[in-house]
């Protein structure tokens, strides 16, 4: 298995940092047998890629095998974000028969992450999560590692997350603040109840917490003034 440098974009400051590790706790009080998780979003932009990333980070970081996996086939940007300098094979790759999967697996210079990037985007990616590789691979993994973690496209824009949280354990929904309307959320809930997966909770993303009185006015009396913006 190739091993690759993973380079965060963004130093995480305080605020983000403890974020992360309180997110990384109440997953992991959802109990042991929540191990295949996925994450979405109601509209593109609202930082679950960034979430769902950096919270495969903490775990891995407290000592849990990790495996995240970018099944966002139509539009990933993990592989630009992170700085990944060389071409590297992904899930569509795998799930088209191209390459087996210990050829698109890398490990990565944080201890106990493996990760899985998306690959080129395929004509068919919805047929592709859906088929039955997808669906026995994860079945497989979950005797490996302790978490999966599966970055998908937004869900009120495509209905690649609705297949593949039939084979999750639970789902994460990210909000990006301001940015999409209380009954275009509530829509995205829906649908994904529908699919019979365990919502697990939402994450509420791009809090300006310099412009919101409460967390400007908690952070800044017991920890000071931080200068980095935490998604």
């Excluded at 590789?133 to 497989?140: A, E, S």
């Amino acid at each position: 298995m190739q091993t690759i440098n993973i380079e965060r974009l963004i130093k995480l400051d305080y605020r983000a940092n403890e974020s992360y590790k309180n997110l990384r706790t109440n997953i992991q009080l959802c109990g042991s047998d929540i191990k295949t998780i996925m994450f979405t979003s109601t509209t593109p932009g609202e930082g679950k890629s960034t979430v769902s990333f950096n919270l495969a980070v903490s775990l891995a970081e407290a000592g849990k095998k990790v495996i995240f996996i970018d099944a966002d086939l139509r539009k990933s940007v993990l592989v630009g974000r992170y700085k990944i300098n060389k071409s590297v094979k992904g899930l569509t790759h795998f799930l088209s028969g191209i390459n087996k999967f210990e050829d698109v697996m890398y490990g990565t210079n944080v201890d106990n992450l493996n990760v899985v990037f998306s690959g080129p985007v395929p004509p068919n990616p919805t047929e592709l999560l859906g088929n039955k590789v997808f669906k026995t691979l994860l079945k497989v993994l979950r005797d490996l590692y302790d978490y999966i973690i599966i970055d998908t496209p937004p869900i009120g824009s495509v209905i690649d997350s609705a297949i593949v949280a039939t084979e999750c354990d639970g789902t994460v929904v990210v909000v990006g603040s301001n940015m999409v309307g209380y009954k275009y959320a509530q829509k995205a809930v829906e649908q994904l109840k529908k699919t019979g997966t365990t919502i697990l909770g939402a994450v509420l993303n791009k809090v300006d917490v310099n412009d919101n009185k409460y967390y400007g006015k908690y952070y800044g009396k017991y920890y000071g003034k931080y200068t980095d913006a935490a998604e």
